[in-house]
């Protein structure tokens, strides 16, 4: 007979319960989160010959340590525990202890409705590790922006919009050469010329043009001591931004050696034209994996990525809406994808046009599009393992058929289709499309 476990993490402690499979107790103790705890955990847990070990998260430390002892894993997701408490208990009580009893039935009694957690190659956690701190560095870099924003909104709105972002390298270089009225009142448009030739300016925008929008912003009164102090408050945001700037540069290099050097990396860069767009396609590879037990049809993956509908019907109500239990960072990738191609790939805009035309709005189109792509990654990644291949898609043959109608009936025009199929898979991408991936 089997035995089942239930494990209510924590940042401290862990409380566990073990179970066979007639539902008798046969552990119930708590563990602490150091190193004697979790090996006693482990121990224990392979001692009694557990079978599977429910826990609601699919990563972390403890996840590693139980798959390192030759644990099967049942990650939940909490809202299925929660959804669970009613079931032993109306009362509304919660304990850590009875969290774990929760996970155990569920592994003992309802095992069969969840997939067992497969672990991904030793490449492709390290390269979700770098997608995942460089977004975490970015959000850093949006909140530091806005508060710097926030802070030249007090007492010189003069930077704002001069340049494309408050966060690139031109923004910020003249803050720091600029970082209060005082400092540019001698401002000219010969020294401001001088500067733009130094900083590599490629805008459109004249000196003139810069300066006169400069001197346009409204002009603030404040004391010399507000004034100095936000003088060095613009400094130190911006000498923060910098160093954020770097970091975020050095993940993406290290980023673009990982996915290049990953075995499935050539799959997920085939889906894109232009190379600055290898960080969306690391973040799909990322989020992603390498396991292929984790999406047995492409529905499932298209589910995970949030491009499908949910269906709620009670009666004479029926409505499909917005999946909001998936992977964020999924959706977000794969919506990158989709909205990146509709800019210049022919089956893709004519896919993303026909949604528009039935009424859908441009969220509810991409999703229609990157519900098609999910089944191309399913297709490349899961099945064939080759990368994406226009000269295949059958969609794509489709639109880049060309016929001649004859008395017959339509004779293909090989020549024409030739023709039409060589501007599909030319590699180089259009303006709009590089402004778009540019900013992945």
């Not at 030793?122 to 590790?129: F, G, H, I, M, S």
């Not at 972002?165 to 000219?188: C, Q, T, V």
């Not at 889906?271 to 990322?286: D, G, N, Q, R, Y």
């Not at 026909?354 to 098609?372: E, K, V, W």
């Amino acid at each position: 007979m089997s035995n089942y476990a239930g494990v209510d993490w924590a940042s401290e402690k862990h409380d566990v319960l073990v179970a066979d499979a007639a539902g008798e107790r046969l552990l119930s103790t708590t563990f602490a989160h150091d190193e004697q705890g979790l090996r006693s955990l482990c121990r224990a847990l392979v001692r009694l010959e557990v079978e599977l070990v429910a826990i609601e998260r699919p990563d972390g430390l403890l996840v590693e340590r139980l798959l390192d002892a030759g644990l099967r894993i049942l990650a939940l997701h909490p809202n299925q525990v929660a959804a669970t408490r009613d079931r032993f208990r109306v009362s509304g009580g919660k304990s850590d202890r009875f969290d774990a009893f929760v996970l155990c039935e569920l592994a003992r009694t309802d095992h069969h409705r969840f997939r067992v957690l497969e672990p991904d190659s030793d490449q492709t956690k390290a390269l979700r590790a770098l997608t995942r701190a460089r977004e975490d560095l970015v959000g850093t870099r949006t909140a530091l922006t806005n508060q710097l924003r926030a802070e030249l909104e007090r007492f010189w709105p003069g930077p704002l919009g001069l340049f494309t972002d408050l966060h690139s390298r031109i923004s910020l270089a003249f803050l720091e050469r600029y970082p209060s009225p005082a400092d540019a009142r001698g401002l000219g448009e010969a020294r401001l010329h001088g500067f733009l030739v130094r900083e590599h300016y490629t805008g459109r925008q004249q000196p003139a043009q810069l300066l006169a929008k400069l001197r346009r912003a409204p002009a603030t009164r404040v004391g010399e001591l507000e004034l100095a102090t936000r003088r060095q408050l613009v400094l130190s945001l911006v000498a923060t931004i910098k160093t954020i700037n770097e970091q975020i540069k050095q993940l993406e290099r290290q980023i673009a050696t990982a996915i290049r050097e990953h075995p499935d990396g050539a799959i997920f860069l085939s889906l894109f034209k232009h190379p600055s767009s290898v960080i969306c396609a690391a973040e799909l590879l990322a989020e992603i994996g390498d396991c292929r037990a984790r999406y047995p049809t492409r529905d499932t993956l298209a589910a995970d990525a949030g491009q499908t509908a949910v269906a709620k019907e009670s009666g004479k109500y029926k409505a499909a809406t917005f999946r909001w239990a998936c992977n964020k960072r999924l959706r977000g990738a794969v919506g990158t994808l989709a909205d990146s191609t509709r800019h210049h790939n022919p089956w893709a805009q004519d896919l993303y046009a026909s949604a528009r035309q039935r009424g859908h709005d441009h969220p509810r189109a991409i999703r229609t599009l990157g519900r098609a792509w999910c089944r191309i990654l399913w297709r490349c990644s899961w099945q064939d393992g080759v990368p994406y291949d226009p000269a295949r898609h059958r969609a794509l043959q489709q639109h880049i058929t060309v016929t001649i109608p004859t008395l017959s009936g339509p004779v293909v025009d090989h020549h024409g289709t030739q023709r039409m199929l060589a501007g599909a898979v030319a590699t180089a991408a259009n303006p709009r499309e590089q402004e778009v991936t540019a900013t992945q």
